[in-house]
Nanobody, 116 residues
Framework: QVQLVESGGGLVQAGGSLRLSCAASVRINSLNNMDWYRQAPGKQRELVAS???????NYADSVKGRFTISRDNAKNTVYLQMNSLKPEDTAVYYC??????????WGQGTQVTVSS
């Protein structure tokens, strides 16, 4: 079992920044990869950014150049630094982990609201 706890969401004006954190209950370097997804009202959940155990990263086109995913193995925490936020970034952001045995785990989500 992997427990994921997100934090760092909130209300910010357009152009502002937020940093989300996802604390895992296991050593994150034992996981295949960790990701951030988001789901806006009435829309499907979408992948925002991912980072593999080897440190490779991938981003949705809509956030490239604005968001950065990173990891701190010592703290078993993954971060999502979000800069130049736009109203369309408003969503519930979820942390996701994929184990080496391809089991999926999700956090409870954290709300990000960007006002115009």
């Amino acid at each position: 079992q992997v427990q994921l706890v997100e934090s760092g969401g909130g209300l910010v004006q357009a152009g502002g920044s937020l940093r989300l954190s996802c604390a895992a209950s296991v050593r994150i370097n034992s996981l295949n990869n960790m990701d951030w997804y988001r789901q806006a009202p009435g829309k499907q959940r979408e992948l925002v950014a991912s980072i593999t155990s080897g440190g490779n990263t991938n981003y949705a086109d809509s956030v490239k150049g604005r968001f950065t995913i990173s990891r701190d193995n010592a703290k078993n925490t993954v971060y999502l630094q979000m800069n130049s936020l736009k109203p369309e970034d408003t969503a519930v952001y979820y942390c996701h982990a994929l184990t080496m045995r391809y089991s999926n785990y999700w956090g409870q989500g954290t709300q990000v609201t960007v006002s115009s």
